[in-house]
């Protein structure tokens, strides 16, 4: 049983649409959440990190972590043609030890102009 | 603020040589550094952490071995590149005592 599940697309949305992205995960200890976007040939950026449950806002996206589903999701507001990468989704059961991330394959997104 | 550096940005390698990439972070003390591997539908694999210098954790057997000579320094290397070492190599950074994970550019090595 694979431990984070995330699906690969690709998800092709209009400009201006609301974007959902999801992963599941079957490891109950997971308790730090990530979300890396990654653009062709760069390395992963980080643009949002939540702990345990519950909802966290920056500007155009929202992380939301339900623990009790083991499920997270970020949803991406008013979506831009710079919003076309993959996006990661990545988790931790430690917060100040120096483990590795258990990462999702990454959905594709695309943004049509 | 924190930077990281990887080299080369991009490596062709012919089955059986060396290999030696090297990764570097500026602006922190005493990260603890990770190489990751990211190959084609199979997501970011770890190979080595590091909590500090000469301190490796291997994540998985395999033709790879790693080093850190210095604070801020991660080398990944092997002796005798497989094909199936091909793919996409990320360093990365974190502080002690937070989850949070920050990625280089990455090499892109390709073995023929």
């Known amino acids: 049983q694979k431990e984070v599940e995330q699906d690969p697309g690709p998800l092709s949305v209009p400009e201006g649409a609301i974007v959902s992205l999801n992963c599941t995960y079957s490891n109950s200890a997971f308790q730090y959440f990530m979300w890396y976007r990654q653009y062709s040939r760069k390395g992963p950026e980080l643009l949002m990190y939540?702990?345990?449950?519950g909802n966290k806002e920056d500007g155009r996206f929202t992380a939301q972590v339900d623990k009790s589903s083991k499920y997270i999701s970020l949803f991406i507001r008013d979506s831009q043609p710079s919003d076309s990468a993959t996006y990661l989704c990545?988790?931790?059961?430690?917060?100040?030890?120096?483990?590795?991330?258990?990462f999702g394959k990454g959905t594709h997104l695309i943004i049509q102009p | 603020s924190q930077t990281i550096h990887q080299w080369p940005a991009t490596l062709v390698q012919p089955v059986g040589s060396p290999l030696s990439l090297e990764c570097t972070v500026e602006?922190?003390?005493?990260?603890?550094l990770y190489w990751y591997r990211q190959a084609a539908g199979r997501g970011l694999q770890l190979l080595f952490y590091?909590?500090?210098?000469?301190?490796i954790s291997s994540e998985v057997p395999q033709n790879l071995s790693a080093s850190r000579p210095q604070d801020r320094q991660f080398i990944l290397s092997s002796k005798k590149l497989l094909l199936s070492d091909s793919g996409f190599y990320l360093c990365a950074w974190s502080v002690g005592g937070t989850a949070t994970q920050y990625f280089g550019p990455g090499t892109r090595l390709t073995v023929l």
């Open positions: 590091s909590v500090g210098i000469g301190q």
């Open positions: 939540t702990y345990s449950s």
């Open positions: 990545a988790m931790s059961e430690v917060g100040g030890g120096a483990d590795g991330l258990t």
């Open positions: 602006g922190t003390s005493n990260p603890n």
